[in-house]
C-alpha cells in the first residue's frame, strides 16, 4: 500500500497538462488493427493537452512529463484491433475494479483493451467494462471519453513467448503458370474442436487471445483419474492414472498422436505445413449431442446445430485473430474460402485456404427415436440455408450414428462400444447388425466383451433396463440403408453443387447414394479419411469425385493409396489428399517402425522447396521419428517422409500429392456446374 501511495503523489507530480506538441519522427499512426508487436511509448491525453508519459509506478502506473522516463509496452494482439498491453517487466496493464489501472501477473478479461483511431492517436478502452484508458486520481486509469494515447517507437519491450514454424527459405508459388493450384490438401480437420462437445471435452484451444500460454495450458477436468483422463482413455488408450496434464511450456504430457482430447492443431502447427507446402485445409465442424452429454463438465449446448454454429464463430474468430497477427484485416495467411474461386484466389497469393464442411450425427435436429425421424424436409431446407451462409461447402448425411437420413459405419473395439453406447442414447436403439458378403461396415466383431470393458472404466454407464446386444462374427453391415429424408438431402445437395461426403456411411446407405449420384452423373462425392468401403471409394473415382487417405503411418497411407491407384478406375486419380482426422477422436500418425534404422533427417526440404527444421513447443523439440505426428505442424515433416519412403513409387506420390489441392477444386467446381 505504500508503495502504491508513493506512486500516487509521483504521478500527482507529473499531472501538469502541458500543449499538445506536433507529432514527432517517432510517432506511430498506423491502423489500429496493424499494431501487434509494437514496442512503444504512451502519452496520454484530455483532449488536445498532454498529460504525461505512462511510467511504472508502485502497483500500477502513473505519469512522467519526461519521454525517456517512460515505460515501454509491447502491444501484443489478442483479436482484430484488441491488445494485450504489456510493460517491460512482463506484467499485462488490467482495469482494476477500482478505477485504476494496475500491473497484473498474467493475460485475463480485463487485461484486453480495444483500441481505435483518434486522429494521429488513439482510445484504448478496457474491452470487458467499456472504461477508456486515461487518467484517474492523477494515475493511469479509468476516464472519459475526450482520454486519447499517442504512441511513439521506443526499445527495451518485453517480448511474450510464441512457436516458431521452423520453415526458412521461399516457397514456390501457389499457382502454376497455367493457374492450377500447387500444393497438399488436408481434407479432413477438425480444428474448432475445443469449441465442439460443449466447450469442455477437449483441453487446449487452437488460438486464444492469450497467447500459446493460455491455448496450450493443461486442464484440471483432465488430470489423472478425473473424468477427462477416464474418456481420453476409453477413445485414444492413453493412461488414466499417469496424467500429470503439464501443458506449456514442458508438455510431458501431451500431445501425443493419441493424446485425443487435447488440442494437437495449435496454429503455430498450422502454420509450419502451409509454409511446408499446405494449400488447402478442410475444416470439419463436428459436433455429437449423446457424447456431449456424458461429459459433466460444459460451457455451452450440446444441441448439435447450436454447437456447429459455435464453431464457425470460433473459425471466423481464428482467422481475424491470424489476421491480427500479420498486420490487420485480410492480411493473413490463413483464408477461408466459401467458393472455388475464393480458393484459387487465396493460393494465387500464396497463402492457405480454409473450407468449412460439418460433420454431425443430428445434422438439423435429424435424429431418429426408434427409426421415426425428428425431422421434416422444411427442416432441412433452412438448415442448408443455414450452412451455406456460414460458407459450409460440403457436408457428412451420417456420421457415428443412425439417424433420419441413414444407417452408420460401425466403430470397432473398445471406442465402438463408446459409439455404440451414444447410438443407444440418441435414437433408442443399438447398431443392428447382419452378417454379410462383399463390402462390409466392420470386420471385426462387435461383442459383449467391449461393451463390458468400456463399463469397467467407470465413466458411463447404461440406461435404466438396456440389455447388451450380440453381434455376428465375421463379416457384419448395418441392417439400415438410406432413408427417404435421405434421398431427398441428397438430391437437394445435389441441386446446391454441395460436397457429399459418404465416410461413416453403412455400406447399404453409401451404395445408395452413389446410385443416386451415378444415375445423375454427379461428381461432387468424396472419400477423404478412409471411412469407406475400398468397393466404394473405386465408384467415387469413376464419378470423378475425390478421395484421401487417413494420415495413417507411413506404411499404412502407402498400402491405401498403392490400393487406390491399382483399382479399375484408379487411373482417374489425378490429385490425390490426406484426412489428418486432427482433434476428431482418432488417433494421428504414430513414428514410423523403422525410423530409428532409417530416420527422416532434419533439416529437410520440403516439396515447395522450403527449408524445415524441428519444431519446439516451450521446451519440447518434436521429431517425427519418435513422437509420430504429435501436433499438426508435423504433418509437413510427415509429407516430407511419406514421399521419400514411397521408393520407386516417389516421383508420382509427390505429384498427385502437390496436385491434391487442385483436384479437390475440381472436383468442387464440376459439382457447382452441374
Not at 17 to 40: E, F, H, K, Q, R
Not at 569 to 598: C, E, K, M
Request: charged share 15%; net charge negative; proline share 5%.
Amino acid at each position: 500500500m505504500a508503495a502504491f501511495t508513493v506512486g500516487l503523489l509521483v504521478s500527482l507530480a507529473a499531472v501538469t497538462v502541458v500543449a499538445a506538441p506536433p507529432a514527432s519522427a517517432g510517432s506511430i499512426t498506423a491502423n489500429a488493427d496493424a499494431l501487434d508487436g509494437t514496442c512503444a511509448s504512451l502519452r496520454v491525453y484530455s483532449g488536445s493537452s498532454s498529460v504525461g508519459y505512462v511510467a511504472r509506478s508502485g502497483a500500477g502506473y502513473g505519469f512522467t512529463s519526461s519521454a525517456s522516463g517512460a515505460t515501454s509496452f509491447r502491444l501484443e494482439a489478442t483479436q482484430l484491433g484488441r491488445y494485450e498491453v504489456i510493460g517491460s517487466d512482463g506484467k499485462p496493464a488490467y482495469q482494476s475494479i477500482v478505477g485504476f489501472i494496475l500491473a497484473g501477473d498474467s493475460y485475463g478479461d480485463r487485461a484486453d483493451f480495444t483500441v481505435t483511431k483518434a486522429g494521429d492517436r488513439y482510445r484504448f478502452t478496457a474491452t470487458a467494462t467499456g472504461q477508456v484508458m486515461g487518467s484517474f486520481l492523477w494515475s493511469l486509469g479509468a476516464a472519459s471519453s475526450s482520454y486519447t494515447i499517442a504512441l511513439a517507437t521506443a526499445t527495451g519491450c518485453y517480448i511474450p513467448p510464441d512457436i516458431d514454424p521452423g520453415v526458412t527459405g521461399t516457397a514456390a508459388p501457389g499457382i502454376d503458370g497455367s493457374g492450377k493450384l500447387v500444393g497438399t490438401i488436408d481434407a479432413h480437420a477438425h480444428v474448432t474442436a475445443a469449441a465442439a462437445f460443449g466447450g469442455r471435452m477437449h483441453c487446449g484451444e487452437a488460438w486464444a487471445s492469450g497467447g500459446v500460454q493460455v491455448a496450450l495450458a493443461g486442464c484440471d477436468t483432465h488430470r489423472s483419474l478425473n473424468v477427462g483422463a477416464l474418456f481420453e482413455a476409453i477413445i485414444g488408450g492413453t493412461d488414466p492414472v499417469n496424467s500429470p496434464e503439464d501443458g506449456w511450456p514442458t508438455f510431458g504430457d501431451w500431445p501425443q498422436h493419441n493424446s485425443l482430447l487435447h488440442e494437437q492443431s495449435y496454429f503455430r502447427g498450422i502454420e509450419r505445413s502451409w509454409r511446408s507446402g499446405q494449400r488447402v485445409l478442410n475444416a470439419l465442424l463436428v459436433a455429437n449431442r449423446a457424447i456431449c452429454e456424458l461429459f459433466p463438465y460444459r460451457d455451452t449446448s450440446c444441441d448439435e446445430m447450436d454447437q456447429i454454429r459455435t464453431q464457425s464463430r470460433y473459425l471466423y474468430s481464428m482467422q481475424d485473430y491470424i489476421d491480427a497477427q500479420n498486420g490487420g484485416a485480410g492480411k493473413g495467411w490463413f483464408r477461408i474460402a466459401a467458393t472455388p474461386a475464393q480458393v484459387r484466389n487465396i493460393a494465387a497469393q500464396g497463402k492457405l485456404a480454409v473450407t468449412i464442411g460439418v460433420e454431425n450425427s443430428e445434422i438439423f435436429g435429424c435424429r431418429e427415436i426408434n427409426d421415426v425421424p425428428q425431422c421434416t424436409t422444411a427442416q432441412i431446407d433452412a438448415g442448408l440455408n443455414e450452412l451455406q451462409a456460414l460458407g459450409v461447402s460440403g457436408i457428412y448425411p451420417v456420421h457415428k450414428f443412425d439417424n433420419a437420413f441413414g444407417g452408420t459405419r460401425f466403430d470397432s473395439g473398445v471406442s465402438g462400444a463408446f459409439v455404440n453406447l451414444g447410438n443407444l442414447l440418441s435414437t433408442g436403439h443399438w447398431w443392428t447388425a447382419t452378417s454379410c458378403t462383399g463390402p462390409s461396415d466392420n470386420e471385426q466383431p462387435l461383442v459383449n466383451d467391449d461393451l463390458v470393458r468400456l463399463l469397467s472404466f467407470g465413466a458411463v454407464g447404461l440406461p435404466p433396463g438396456a440389455v447388451l446386444p450380440i453381434y455376428p462374427s465375421g463379416k457384419i453391415c448395418n441392417t439400415r440403408g438410406l432413408t427417404s429424408l435421405g434421398r431427398y438431402l441428397i438430391q437437394t445437395m445435389m441441386q446446391r453443387g454441395m460436397i457429399i461426403h459418404v465416410d461413416h456411411m453403412s455400406v447399404k446407405t453409401a451404395q445408395a447414394v452413389l446410385d443416386m449420384a451415378t444415375a445423375a452423373h454427379y461428381p461432387g462425392v468424396t472419400s477423404v479419411h478412409s471411412w469407406s468401403d475400398p468397393a466404394m471409394i473405386d465408384q467415387i473415382l469413376a464419378l470423378g469425385g475425390f478421395v484421401a487417405t487417413y494420415a495413417h503411418s507411413v506404411p499404412e497411407f502407402l498400402s491405401e493409396w498403392r490400393a487406390n491407384n491399382a483399382a479399375p478406375h484408379g487411373s482417374t486419380i489425378v490429385g490425390y489428399g490426406y484426412g489428418t482426422d486432427v482433434n476428431g477422436l482418432g488417433d494421428q500418425a504414430n513414428p514410423r517402425p523403422n525410423a530409428t534404422a532409417d530416420p527422416l533427417v532434419y533439416p529437410f526440404t520440403a516439396p515447395n522447396g522450403t527449408t524445415v527444421n524441428k519444431q519446439t513447443f516451450g521446451s519440447r523439440t518434436f521429431d517425427l521419428n519418435t513422437d509420430g505426428a504429435a501436433q499438426y505442424g508435423l504433418f509437413a515433416d510427415w509429407t516430407t517422409d511419406l514421399i521419400q519412403q514411397s521408393g520407386s513409387d516417389s516421383p508420382l506420390l509427390r505429384k498427385q500429392l502437390m496436385s491434391g489441392a487442385e483436384a479437390y477444386v475440381q472436383m468442387w467446381e464440376q459439382a457447382i456446374a452441374w
